[in-house]
């Protein structure tokens, strides 16, 4: 059974960090993509950043490069998303997903695509 957990929320001041984990089972987390999904109230889901199956190749929504980064630890079946530099627009409940098969180009952040979702972590950056 697919199971993906978030965790690793929280308040958070304008210019810190955060990192949050996306503890996965019921698959080898190799063979999928992962993507980390946002919604902030009264908007639509946001793709954040995902990471390939096989050979782990991120992206990443321009709102947050170079600020975020996505990583994984398949001997602990995690995904991690390093957040750096939070401002008060990236506040949200975040959402770790797997797309199950391939992945194509343009597509990489589209919530449609994704096939399990967990169940959602709340950031707030506020003073």
């Known amino acids: 059974q697919v199971q993906l957990v978030e965790s690793g929320g929280g308040l958070v001041q304008p210019g810190g960090s955060l990192r949050l984990s996306c503890a996965t089972s019921g698959f080898p987390l190799d063979y999928y993509t992962i993507g980390w999904f946002r919604q902030a109230p009264g908007k639509e889901r946001e793709g954040v950043s995902c990471i390939k199956r096989g050979d782990g190749w991120t992206y990443y929504a321009d709102s947050v490069k170079g600020r975020f980064t996505i990583s994984r630890d398949n001997a602990k079946n995690t995904v991690y998303l390093q957040m750096k530099s939070l401002k008060p627009e990236d506040t949200a409940v975040y959402y770790c997903?797997?797309?199950?098969?391939?992945?194509?180009?343009?597509?990489?952040?589209?919530?449609?695509?994704?096939?399990?979702w967990g169940q959602g972590t709340q950031v707030t950056v506020s003073s």
């Open positions: 997903a797997l797309k199950a098969g391939t992945i194509f180009s343009g597509t990489y952040l589209a919530a449609d695509n994704y096939n399990y």
